[in-house]
T-cell receptor, first 116, second 115 residues
Framework: GAGVSQSPRYKVAKRGQDVALRCDPI?????LFWYQQALGQGPEFLTY????????KSGLPSDRFFAERPEGSVSTLKIQRTQQEDSAVYLC??????????????FGPGTRLLVL | AQKITQTQPGMFVQEKEAVTLDCTYD???????LFWYKQPSSGEMIFLIY??????QNATEGRYSLNFQKARKSANLVISASQLGDSAMYFC????????????FGPGTRLSVLP
């Protein structure tokens, strides 16, 4: 497809359950970002990949959060032992390069996670 | 300290009028990029406009223009000839090229266009 895709679009999990969120970036985009967006707030950075290398994971809120991009394209964000405070929209974005106009990030539609 | 400040939680504008959404930022990095995104109720983040810190001219993209005042560290978005479809949340974001690679977003402004 032409844009960033994410699946599933909606996920309901019971507290303590593990979840996996998938992101397919725009073909050829080197950089991939994950964000968490709470209701009524701006997105907050979680982690960043350049190709398959995870260069920054400073935004991951706990060691229950794990992200990977093993072949430098598709990425998965995994949340273990989900808690109610993990309920949010998880946004994935990709960009062609890391500088200048090419750094513009293009976002997917997000995965809305609700933890009961 | 907040790196991106958007002081207007909500704004109203009459259809066909122009509106300015405020954004101020804080950085000591001389190399940075500023971005505006639109988020309709459907949830997707739509890129609107980009301004680089070394760009000499204000960015324009169709009905969107960015009033970039570097000394004041402000990057206000101007939407001309507002349309009903412009009703959405608008986020200002910054990327510091030397102090990390990620975006920092402001809290957003909810724009409502009135018929």
């Amino acid at each position: 497809g032409a844009g960033v895709s994410q699946s599933p679009r909606y996920k309901v999990a019971k507290r303590g359950q593990d979840v996996a969120l998938r992101c397919d970036p725009i073909s050829g985009h080197v950089s991939l970002f994950w964000y968490q967006q709470a209701l009524g707030q701006g997105p907050e950075f979680l982690t960043y990949f350049q190709n398959e290398a995870q260069l920054d994971k400073s935004g991951l809120p706990s060691d229950r959060f794990f992200a990977e991009r093993p072949e430098g394209s598709v990425s998965t964000l995994k949340i273990q032992r989900t808690q109610q405070e993990d309920s949010a929209v998880y946004l994935c974005a990709s960009s062609l390069r890391n500088s200048g106009r090419k750094e513009t990030q293009y976002f997917g539609p997000g995965t809305r996670l609700l933890v009961l | 300290a907040q790196k991106i400040t958007q002081t207007q939680p909500g704004m109203f504008v009459q259809e066909k009028e122009a509106v300015t959404l405020d954004c101020t930022y804080d950085t000591s990095d001389p190399s940075y990029g500023l971005f505006w995104y639109k988020q309709p109720s459907s949830g997707e983040m739509i890129f609107l406009i980009y301004q680089g810190s070394y760009d000499q001219q204000n960015a324009t993209e169709g009905r969107y223009s960015l009033n970039f005042q570097k000394a004041r560290k402000s990057a206000n978005l101007v939407i001309s000839a507002s349309q009903l479809g412009d009703s959405a949340m608008y986020f200002c974001a910054m990327r510091e090229l030397n102090y990390g690679q990620n975006f920092v977003f402001g809290p957003g402004t909810r724009l409502s266009v009135l018929p």
